[in-house]
């Protein structure tokens, strides 16, 4: 197989969709023995593509090439290496693979570049394990916050006592950010997620900005009871009023150009003889300004409230993760633009991503820009997810080209 080329980038994600927690799907959560396993992996490819190698203090997997002095400053590259459960091959892992051939690439070339480089591939962009999202790219933009050693898993395991067990220090996290570097942006290539790019037949994408998130832990607390004995009149359903919330997400989301999801449901204690007392239920509320998002919670909650009190219920509501809208960076768009111009494409489209990137936590370090990819349908967060080889390709080479534009604008601004 050449080096650096597109099938060597998929047949990787073939090897990285093997790193698995579950045998019947791809699961590869923050700081379980997948995540180091993906990590070593990943580092010897950084290594054969000419980068240094290293895991940081937050468990992100780093490959540093210099720059041409001690002081040049730094672009940085990457996506993330964990998944969803129930996972695709593609999300996040694609885009980290791709970067780590353009280095190849342009190593192999003897590309002599005004910066370093450096490819993360970020531990942990879904939250699947601990709720909270980003923790990797945040931990590298410096936002890591000291309530978060706090939050816990399905089983109970801190933040803290994983990162012990994965074998980071909790005191050291703080030496992952790239905080008062220099550094001249970051650039992440991505599946669309979405199936706008299929739509209007085109491979590849530039973004625009990323959409604002808000996720919440809410919980619905009425009684348990007899599902025969006791009359509708005196039940006090947690599920019934769940229910309506998780109706009026869509409805009041749809109505107002945001997007809301209740992905998990669970109600308490789970029998089929027993009215349901207590139901957690998570939200995930996204928008294109943090304004619209915002106006969408506060009618949820205000709908959840209703129902509640309807239904002689307690609501109570738990704030996980808020993320602002981001917009990427003019000069670095350009560049993106220009990539994609050189493979092949006169007239880029550009989107907005609806899905959260490590790009959002990055922007507080520094400007960013994104290149989306073709997705089949669309499909993502899902076993089936699927690209197509000749869009990967054009992918390597449009991302290539990203970071030669990007070389020669610093060049034409320090000349
Ligand atoms: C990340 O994949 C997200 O939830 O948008
Ligand atoms: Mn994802
Ligand atoms: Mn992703």
Redesign the pocket.
Known sequence: MTPFSADEVLARCDVLAGISAATDGIERAYLTPEHARANWTVGEWMDAAGLDAWQDAAGNQRGTLAGPTADAPILLLG??LDTVPGAGRY??ILGTLLAIAVVGRLRARGVELPFGLEVIGFAD?EGTRFGRTLLGSCAVAGTWQESWWGLRDAHGTTVRDAFIAFGLDPARVGDASLRGQSIVGYLEA?IEQGPLLQDADRALGVVEGIMGARRFELQMTGEAGHAGGMPYGRRRDALLGASEVVTAVEALARDAGAIGTVGRLHAYPGAMNVIPGRVEFSLDLRAETDALRDRVWREIEEAALKAAASRNLAFDVHELHAARATHVAAPLAAAVEAGIRASGDAAPMRLLSK?G?DAMAIADLCDYAMLFIRCKDGVSHHRDESVRADDVALALDAFEATVLAVADAHDRAHD
Do not use: I, L, V
């Open positions: 996506s993330h999300d996040g962009e991505h899905a990137h």
